[in-house]
């Protein structure tokens, strides 16, 4: 059993900062792609920032700049810094991890529960 939990969120004003942090805990062998997707309101569920491998970050042109992910701290944890927030980045932010489970089993992709980023004033 794999369970990932993020953390952080809430409501903002344009042009502030939030950081969101995410845990992957439980039955894990090894770990793929890492990273973070939004889903706004009648919209489909997008990526935001990922790690490709351990040392390739990826980022959404929309948040090049703005937006930054990190490793490190406790184990199996990454983060994502937000500045200079906008309110078409409201949405829900949600976390996955690809997880190899067990020895010899497929990686799997897990997601945390979600949660809201409102940018409003």
């Known amino acids: 059993q794999v369970h990932v939990v993020e953390s952080g969120g809430g409501l903002v004003q344009p042009g502030g900062s939030l950081s969101l942090s995410c845990s992957a805990t439980?039955?894990?062998?090894?770990?793929?792609?890492m990273g973070w997707y939004r889903q706004a309101p009648g919209e489909d569920r997008n990526v935001v920032a990922m790690f490709l491998d351990p040392n390739t970050p990826y980022y959404a042109d929309s948040v090049k700049g703005r937006f930054s992910i990190s490793r490190g701290g406790a184990k199996n944890t990454i983060y994502l810094q937000m500045t200079g927030l906008q309110p078409e980045d409201t949405a829900v932010y949600y976390c996955n991890w690809q997880v190899r489970p067990r020895d010899g089993s497929s990686m799997i992709n897990y997601w945390g529960q979600g949660t809201q980023v409102t940018v409003s004033s």
């Open positions: 439980g039955s894990i062998v090894s770990v793929g792609a």
